[in-house]
């Protein structure tokens, strides 16, 4: 009995030691040659707020290297108000005339440097011109928001700033459930911080998240409604606090609501070069992309006459 008692151990001992070294020489291989995150955790926390779920984490810093593919490193810092942006005075200021950004990672700078994002770019086109008025674009985007909780950021967050343009950049999975970025997949949640420290755990599980993600984006399940109630929202926040509102947008499935709610006019399209112009690993906009984003929205603000004389 003694024998056999000692050969387990002995089995177990070797096969225990053996995965050891297996897993050591995956996370060595991985930490050579796997170098993206599992994702903006670093910088996103969970939302008090109701149906936000998540949100930016203020004064919090990653360097982003791409989540389901290798991007080249991104310095994503976080300002004290909670924004990817830099600090901006609550209370507007005279001659100030501004201008709010909502919608999800692509309109955040998802692989880009600050100054590169098309909101940036546009707050350096309009102040270009030298007509007196200081014009401040703010970035409210936050990766993973669908439309409903742009909608409660602009309720929630925004009104304090006194903007006088709101400006949805609308992507066509903006109608899916929420992506939540702090843990893709629920059992996430349960897990020691000491798995997101390994970079095997992170290839590993953004494997099994993109699959799970490109399901997703094959339904359209709940999320139709939910557009449906925030454009709805949007309306109303709109015509009780005299804001003006643009989509900027392409996709179809938005058409037909905005229709129903006499807001297709104040629909801005993209110029057709955006849509090569992204990374090809993951398809967000490149720092070009965001270039065209910028320009196409200074010409339709300047066609429509609509900027603060």
């Known amino acids: 009995m003694r024998k056999k008692y000692k050969k387990f151990w002995f089995r177990f001992s070797a096969i225990f030691l053996a995965l050891l070294i297996c897993l050591i020489v995956l996370e060595s291989f991985c930490r050579q040659k796997i170098v993206y995150n599992l994702g903006l955790k670093e910088v996103i926390r969970h939302s008090d707020i109701d149906n936000l779920f998540h949100e930016l984490k203020p004064n919090s810093e990653v360097i982003f290297t791409g989540q389901f593919v290798e991007l080249a490193p991104?310095?994503?810092?976080?300002?004290?108000?909670?924004?990817?942006?830099?600090?901006?005075?609550v209370k507007k200021g005279d001659n100030v005339y501004r201008i709010i950004i909502l919608g999800d990672s692509v309109a955040f700078g998802w692989g880009v440097k600050l100054e590169d994002t098309f909101a940036k770019y546009l707050?350096?086109?309009?102040?270009?011109?030298?007509?007196?008025?200081i014009y401040e674009v703010i970035n409210f985007a936050v990766p993973g928001y669908n439309m409903l909780q742009e909608v409660i950021t602009l309720k929630e967050k925004c009104l304090k700033y006194e903007p006088d343009l709101v400006i949805f950049h609308v992507v066509g999975n903006d109608y899916i459930p929420l992506f939540n970025h702090i843990y893709p997949m629920p059992i996430f949640k349960f897990l020691p911080e000491f798995f997101f420290n390994s970079r095997f755990f992170r290839w590993l599980a953004t494997r099994?998240?993109?699959?799970?993600?490109?399901?997703?984006?094959?339904?359209?399940?709940?999320?139709?409604?939910?557009?449906?109630?925030?454009?709805?929202?949007?309306?109303?926040?709109?015509?009780?606090?005299?804001?003006?509102?643009?989509?900027?947008?392409?996709?179809?499935?938005?058409?037909?609501?905005?229709?129903?709610?006499?807001?297709?006019?104040?629909?801005?399209?993209?110029?057709?070069?955006?849509?090569?112009?992204?990374?090809?690993?993951?398809?967000?906009?490149?720092?070009?992309?965001?270039?065209?984003?910028?320009?196409?929205?200074?010409?339709?603000?300047?066609?429509?006459?609509?900027?603060g004389s």
């Not at 810092?77 to 990817?84: A, D, E, M, P, T």
């Not at 086109?125 to 008025?133: A, F, I, R, V």
């Not at 993109?210 to 409604?225: H, I, T």
């Not at 925030?230 to 009780?240: G, L």
């Open 208 to 307: 099994v998240v993109f699959d799970k993600e490109k399901d997703l984006l094959n339904q359209m399940e709940k999320g139709m409604r939910d557009v449906e109630i925030a454009v709805r929202q949007v309306k109303s926040i709109c015509d009780k606090n005299m804001l003006q509102v643009l989509f900027y947008s392409d996709v179809g499935w938005l058409k037909p609501v905005l229709e129903e709610y006499d807001l297709m006019s104040w629909v801005i399209s993209p110029d057709e070069r955006v849509y090569k112009a992204t990374f090809k690993e993951d398809k967000h906009a490149n720092a070009y992309g965001h270039q065209l984003i910028g320009e196409r929205i200074y010409d339709d603000l300047k066609e429509r006459g609509i900027l």
């Open 123 to 133: 707050e350096r086109l309009l102040n270009s011109e030298g007509q007196g008025k």
């Open 74 to 89: 991104t310095r994503i810092k976080i300002s004290s108000q909670g924004i990817r942006d830099y600090e901006y005075a």
